[in-house]
């Protein structure tokens, strides 16, 4: 199987690995068992069926909980990228509301019933350097909002090929011999 995460470059997992020292017909799947025997057990209407759970009020808690959590992470890693050394003045006032406001934020997405350990990972990647959109403190809000982008502009591309479509469409019965 071949993935690719995040941009990184292409990696393979292997499915099947050989116990040392054994024939070369004798393999161990990599993952504890063979999948394939268990599979069978499930007729394929419920093995291939969709979800039909309603995730809308989730979606919401979880497009706010990201925004709670990208804010967090972003405010720290504003914070970081300052530094603790020789500040002037104005420095040291941007470091004051950089402070304010991650308190403030961290509050606000405890409050709103965000996990601690979710603010707690989102101040500590912050803190390290890390901004939101370079690496998210929570993998699936993260990645649920990179799938979120992809499909908006998929949309937005589809929209954009609907209409050229339409313009053909009208440029063609315009110029075709028994459209005018």
Request: aromatic content about 6%.
């Amino acid at each position: 199987m071949t993935n690719v995460y995040a941009g990184s470059a292409e990696y393979t997992v292997p499915t099947i690995r050989k116990k040392p020292n054994s024939p070369a017909r004798e393999r161990v799947p990599v993952f504890g068992i063979d999948l394939r025997p268990r599979a069978a057990l499930l007729p394929d209407r419920v093995r291939s069926a969709p979800i039909t759970l309603d995730y809308e009020l989730m979606a919401v808690q979880d497009a706010q909980n990201a925004g709670y959590l990208r804010e967090i992470q972003d405010l720290a890693a504003e914070r970081a990228a300052l530094g603790t050394a020789g500040h002037d003045q104005a420095t040291r006032l941007r470091v004051e509301q950089l402070e304010a406001g991650l308190a403030a934020a961290t509050t606000d997405a405890a409050a709103a019933g965000v996990a601690a350990g979710d603010v707690d990972r989102a101040v500590e990647y912050g803190r390290a350097g890390a901004y939101w959109a370079d690496r998210p403190a929570h993998r699936y809000l993260g990645r649920i909002a990179q799938l979120t982008d992809e499909m908006s502009s998929r949309l937005t591309e589809l929209a954009d090929y609907r209409q050229r479509i339409a313009e053909l469409e009208q440029r063609i019965a315009r110029t075709s011999p028994g459209g005018a």
